[in-house]
């Protein structure tokens, strides 16, 4: 019945469309635009949902695609599509910037029409960049998401502001320079534009290495990867809560979305000439990152840092594949890797949220993000407390909720490719606990000592609901992760597939 | 079947739900009704399973629930496998989680935050069930997580005590370094059979003995040695193992009833369990049983020492159940599982009962826990004093006690095995043997003989405690002095554990002494002419004499053996030198990376420095543009000579 509805442009342009209605309807009546702002991404998330009830499962060829010439004398298209790589990421877009839509409603009293203007347009850029198929419309959502982003936290932004933006926008920016090269010189290879015609563009191996580096430049820095994550910490620091939640939970996504999408199809040989540096810089962001998270004074800061260290998984997941295909004693574990990645995207989606969130929740009564401010907020805030409490357990990994899933899956492939990566990987099992209940201990436990402290109201019911719809997921991928499993499966294999084949001289 | 187990499993939880999240609705009364139900069913129906195994003809059940997922042919599930082990370890947690709950109905009478603690403890419940109900690794990790959680949870139940909300963290961090170890292992398991399910795992592993694994390169190592290593290293971390057993004294923060329950008598011996359940694994690894012998002798006696001078009471028995657990583990390294797990289920019921009747004399005491200030307790708590006999005689190892059977088939046997360090593990298990009796029997005369309370207050204040809290001493009080008796053949030498523990012929130990076992009196005739009866006596009588009839020569012996004292009073420094190493080293590496690496190297000298760089440069460019005619005509001259001096010159 949706066959000739074009669901995903109607869920890219909506909450553009509709955000910018918001801007227009203008700050003087901030419930106007804050309603509007809600229904246009209640009805955006609801668009949204047949394109996972829908879903082929059975294949992993793109599925709701539209095309249509854009720039003709290019051959540039329009051109959109999913599968279960980019779809269950497009839900968690849609889903998220609901809870956004609802985390700022009253909080935000500086030009409330714009902020959710803002968000809205993201909403719309971001899914735009999942679902292009078009390199030339891709780097155009790619780069438009920068614009949002920048704007909300330089306007909504911390007393640093203008350090930070400066710095996200120039190292994503600088990262996205060489992408776009690699873009046009494959342009001029191939004489397409089409994401899925690089895929089977032949390409020597020493062009293979130079398109890499310029992808993985793009990527790492957006993942971020270590050594291009110092902008991320800033950033959130500055970052009023909501931005940060979209930062953590879906523009970091798109990095680990870009290399599935692009440097694994496009460079299969470089890759696994290469995967070395990844998976070496994945570990390094999993231990060294896990010891700088220890020591934050700043909750956010602390979180960011946290955020770094979990995307490490994903990266980590997703360049073992070749070293398990060529380990003689494991008969697979590739998909393993692969889909432990994703699952660790969507999950660090919904708990990076949660975190922010949560001490959103504390700033936004104390305007401190510093832990030392706090002490003993159990005894004044208790259902707050056993939410921050689930939520830093699902972020040290307990089984049950989502952010065990991933990391078991990655830890048990990469055990496939070389017993010390394993090692390595689940020394996050210690530090990973450590950090975080260690900020619990310090914010949450305690007596209450400080005046301040003391006066905390609990959370309301809007802040309850938010909270409270996060724990339902976190919980719900951590006991039953297999529908998200099902859906990427075919696609993930696929891909696996593909990028085991050797473009060169093959 | 399947309806009973997912009922038993459920039950508790369902409880927990109601009594944590509408903790205001359901009132205190309310939420222990509900927890107390909850356990209540799962109980119940616990021995009808268990007694489907002992009386009826109860086949082994191997049932999936649900699968959680599948990846790349992995199949993750949730489900049960229900054999003689299972049943009796669900029957004993069940057992002792509800006379704990109805124990805490009269313990926490007055306590804030009532409803959280029959919600966490029935959640417990739930969790140890699916601990060890489960029927894959997967499922392993998740109760063993679980159980961790609500530990912490409940370590720091009193979360305005600093003291409290620092040993929790402790126990969890300790906990997880061992579960690092566990999911390696777990890892390893699922890398080479590509299975998480036991059955699976266990027919694929006979083929895996001759496996080698590369570790460090150049070297070569058993596969199973370093499966059955990891694994262990997780049960060290659950049950307390030296050198991770640091966690569980400072676990006493919480609240007695959960001492009972969760840090003596379930959780801490979910990795006994866990290595019996693996059996099939550990006999393919003479070497990782070796390790686990000299893990658990060692834990057994030096953690025994520190017991004696201990003067909270309930530091005394928390080190008596880490002594405890190192026979437990000490008999799995002897391959002898059935005689581990047969002591988790006596020292279940005994250990429970003691530290229940430590809170007792607690409440009396006005919560004060220092031995020291008690004395004479047996006038004013008569049923706490008897029933706490009965447990101390039972832990010791008297004859005809529940104690006394399992802990003399573990010495037996570890002395019948033949493996490396066997020896250095028999002596100290018999060592051990004083060493309990004179700590518990201490603890006995210090708490409930002599002049007693020191305080007036305390003294007027003293009487026994309310039907709730003596009602379970008693219950747990008769499995405590009977249960061995009962079920010592089936379990150790009978067919009880057949299907459940596998044992090769040529480890079986138990079979070999069940070959010299002519029922349970001569196995008490023949305990009483060897050595660890004799050593118990001597410590008991040791304590009595120097409690009851010249308490000068324990101030005479402390200061003779001042060094001695020191070393166990500061519990040979594990303490000390863990903090300063992990807890200081990785707060000064995370320092060192963070101002060193992301702030000097990064953000400073490539960030910034990149962008003074070009900043540094377009100053000096700037120069180069000085507005003024004449200097561009000179550069343009001085440029048109350069210009035509090189063409000439390379003429």
Known sequence: MFADFPILSTVIWLPIIGGLLVLGSGDKAPNVSRWLALVVAVLTFLLSIPLWSGFDVTTADMQFVENTPWIAAYDINYHLGIDGISMPLILLTTFITILVVIAGWEVIQYKPASYMAAFLIMEGVMVGVFAALDAMLFYVFWEAMLIPMFLIIGIWGGPNRVYATIKFFLYTFLGSVFMLVALIYMYFQSGSMGILDYHVLELGLKEQILIFIAFFLAFAVKVPMFPVHTWLPDAHVEAPTGGSVILAAIMLKIGGYGFLRFSLPITPDASNELDWIIILLSLIAVVYIGFVALVQSDMKKLIAYSSISHMGFVTLGFFIVFMIAQNSAADSGAVLGLEGGMVQMVSHGFISAAMFLCVGVLYDRLHSREISSYGGVVNVMPWFAAFMVFFAMSNAGLPGTSGFVGELMVILASFRANFWFALLAATTLIVGAAYTLWMVKRVVFGDVTKESVASLQDINAREALVLGTLAFMVLLLGVWPAPLIEVMDVSVTNLLQHILVSKVGG | ?651
């Open chain 2, 1 to 651: 079947m399947e309806t009973i187990y997912l009922t038993i499993v459920l039950a508790p939880l369902i409880g927990a739900i109601i009594a944590g999240l509408w903790r205001n609705q359901v009132g205190k009364a309310g939420a222990h009704w509900v927890t107390i139900i909850g356990v209540g069913i799962s109980c119940v129906l616990s021995i009808y399973v268990l007694l489907g195994f002992t009386h009826g003809d109860a086949e082994s059940q191997n049932l999936s629930l649900y699968t959680w997922m599948v990846s790349d042919g992995l199949r993750f599930e949730i489900g049960f496998l229900v054999d003689q082990l299972t049943a009796m370890m669900m029957a004993v947690v069940t057992f002792v989680s509800l006379m704990v709950h109805i124990y805490t109905v009269g313990y926490m009478a007055h306590e804030e935050g009532y409803q959280r603690f029959f919600s966490y403890i029935a959640l417990f419940t739930f969790s140890m069930l699916m601990l060890v109900m489960s029927n894959n690794f997967m499922q392993l990790f998740f109760g063993w997580e679980a159980v961790g959680l609500v530990s912490y949870l409940l370590i720091g139940f009193y979360f305005k005590k600093e003291t409290a909300i620092f040993a929790n963290l402790k126990a969890f961090l300790v906990n997880r370094v061992g579960d690092f170890g566990f999911i390696l292992g777990i890892a390893a398991i699922a890398m080479y059979t590509n299975s998480l399910d036991y059955a699976e795992v266990f027919e694929k592993s006979a083929g895996l003995a001759n496996e080698q694994i590369t570790v460090f390169p150049g070297t070569s190592w058993s596969l199973m040695t370093v499966i059955c290593v990891l694994l262990f290293i997780g049960a060290m971390g659950k049950s307390a193992q030296m050198p991770l057993h640091v966690w569980l004294p400072d676990s006493m923060e919480g609240p007695t009833p959960i001492s009972a329950l969760i840090h003596a008598a379930t959780m801490v011996t979910a990795g006994i369990f866990m290595v019996a359940r693996m059996s099939p694994l550990y006999e393919l690894s003479e070497t990782a049983l070796s390790f686990v012998l000299i893990i658990g002798a060692t834990t057994a006696f030096f953690t025994g020492l520190i017991g004696i001078v201990q003067n909270d009471i309930k530091r005394v028995v928390a080190y008596s159940t880490l002594s405890q657990l190192g026979y437990m583990i000490a008999a799995l390294g002897a391959s002898a599982y059935a005689a581990g797990v047969f002591h988790l289920m006596t020292h279940a019921f005994f250990k429970a009962l003691l530290f229940l009747a430590a809170g007792s004399v607690i409440i009396g005491m006005h919560h004060d826990q220092d031995i020291r200030n008690m004395g004479g307790i047996r006038k004013y708590m008569p049923i706490t004093w008897i029933t706490s006999l009965l447990g101390s005689l039972a832990l010791i190892g008297t004859p005809f006690f529940s104690g006394f059977f399992s802990k003399d088939a573990i010495i037996e046997s570890v002395h019948l095995a033949d493996r490396f360090g066997t020896n250095y593990a028999y002596y100290l298990l018999v060592a051990g043997v004083f060493v309990t009796a004179l700590y518990s029997f201490r603890m006995f005369f210090l708490v409930f003989h002599g002049n007693g309370p020191r305080d007036e207050h305390a003294k007027a204040h003293l009487h026994e405690s309310p039907w709730v809290v003596t009602v379970p001493l008693v219950l747990l009080a008769i499995p405590s002095v009977v249960i061995g008796w009962f079920t010592i053949e089936p379990m150790l030498f009978g067919e009880f554990f057949k299907d459940a523990i596998y044992v090769d012929s040529a480890n079986d130990v138990l079979a070999h002494m069940g070959e010299g076992y002519h029922g349970a009196l001569g196995f008490v005739v023949h305990g009483v002419m060897q050595a660890p009866f004799w050593l118990a006596l001597g410590g008991f009588l040791t304590a009595w004499y120097i409690y009851m009839m010249k308490p000068s020569i324990a101030l005479d012996i402390k200061v003779r053996f001042d060094w001695l004292y020191t070393i166990l009073d500061r519990k040979y420094g594990f303490d000390e030198l863990f903090q300063f190493v992990f807890a200081g080293g990785s707060r000064m590496l995370g320092k060192i990376f963070w101002k060193g690496g992301d702030q000097f190297l990064i953000d400073g000298v490539a960030v910034n420095g990149s962008a003074h760089g070009v900043g540094w440069l377009a100053s000096v460019a700037r120069y180069l543009q000085t507005g003024f005619l004449n200097h561009y005509a000179i550069a343009m001259i001085l440029g048109l000579i350069g210009l035509v001096g090189w063409f000439v010159i390379l003429q």
